[in-house]
């Protein structure tokens, strides 16, 4: 599967953006959706993800509540909107995808079997 991130860019402290996960070439219905960021000079970090099914889960509590995440599968599309952001939200946002019908871990990155480019998101204060 191709994935390919919209609607990185700049953006003010406590504004809303809204990053678009569109994917293409595949059924994008049977995938699951992670969403992962690279801060520079850091680790990267899960965001969140979404099931097949339409279920979320979200990193700690430092994200949830902040950034919601949800799909519309007949855009071929997996959305992260993301409010109240901080300047330590600034990172290089992936989203990825897999497709295994058995244990879905999430949180690793190695689970994911596609990802995308990542757009820069430059949170200023």
């Known amino acids: 599967v191709q994935l390919v991130e919209l609607g990185g860019g700049g953006v003010q402290a406590v504004g809303p953006l809204r990053l678009s996960c569109v994917a293409s070439?595949?059924?994008?219905?049977?995938?699951?959706i992670g969403w992962f960021r690279q801060a520079l000079g850091k680790e990267r970090e899960f965001v969140g993800a979404?099931?097949?099914?339409?279920?979320?889960?979200s990193n700690s509590d430092s994200l949830k509540g902040r950034f919601t995440i949800s799909r519309d599968n007949t855009k071929n599309t997996v959305y992260l909107q993301m409010s109240t952001l901080k300047p330590e939200d600034t990172a290089v946002y992936y989203c990825?995808?897999?497709?295994?019908?058995?244990?879905?871990?999430?949180?690793?990155?190695?689970?994911?079997?596609?990802w995308g480019p990542g757009p820069q998101v430059t949170v200023s204060s």
């Open positions: 990825a995808a897999e497709l295994s019908f058995g244990s879905y871990k999430a949180m690793y990155g190695d689970t994911y079997d596609s």
């Open positions: 070439g595949v059924t994008f219905s049977w995938y699951n």
């Open positions: 979404i099931t097949r099914n339409g279920s979320t889960t």
